[in-house]
Every structure is written in C-alpha cells, then in structure tokens.
Nanobody, 121 residues
C-alpha cells in the first residue's frame, strides 16, 4: 500500500499556528486531511481537488486552510488559532477511489501514518 509522508506536527500553545505537509508519490485527484483524538472517531477536516478547490468541515472552517502544489504532489494544512480541542493525530489521505466519499477514510487508496499535533499551555 502506498504511504503518504506527513510532516510538520508538534506542540504549540493555544492561539498558535502550525503547517502540516503531505507528500504523495505523484499527483492525484483529491488530497484530504483527517484527524483522530484518543477515544474519538477519525474526523475528515478538509479536501482539495486537483483544480485547487477546497471543501471544509464546519469544525475547522475559517481557521484551517488546505492548499496543494500539483507539481510537487504535495498538500499543506495551515492551522491557525489552534485550541486544545485540536489536539489529535493528523492524517493525510489521497487518491480517492471511484465513487468514494471525501469524508470516508476507507475510500482512499493512499494514506499516511499521521503526525501528532498537541495544543497546550
């Protein structure tokens, strides 16, 4: 199975920012960010299509921004105004299967192993 490579996680104080990166083996249709906190289900945060058009979940709209560079097969997640509730493992997924739903982790052919984000004072 193809593994995506995520980076950029770390610890930050409330109100701070982080920028996550996701490197794919080559360009693909959709690139998506998920997160999962202990004891909670994996949550789809945002997706960007190959034209650069994003869609956001309500929980991150206005604070998080997804972007991509098709030439570099890379997507980024800029996270601003971080809150303790944003503490989670963040995962990248890409190459959505035909007929798949962007919010469904299992519908992606490529998946990353996650990068930890901790927001704490």
């Amino acid at each position: 199975q193809v593994k995506l490579v995520e980076s950029g996680g770390g610890s930050v104080q409330p109100g701070g920012s982080l920028r996550l990166s996701c490197l794919a083996p080559h360009n693909t249709n959709y690139m998506t960010w998920f997160r999962q906190s202990p004891g909670k289900e994996r949550e789809a945060l945002c997706v960007i299509d190959s034209y650069g058009s994003p869609t956001y979940a309500d929980s991150v709209k206005g604070r998080f921004t997804i972007s991509r560079d098709n030439g570099k097969a890379t997507a980024w997640l800029q996270m601003n105004s971080l809150e303790p509730e944003d503490t989670a493992m963040y995962y990248c997924a890409a190459h959505l299967s035909n007929g798949g739903t962007w919010t469904s982790w299992g519908d992606y052919i490529w998946r990353g192993q996650g990068t930890q984000v901790t927001v704490s004072s």
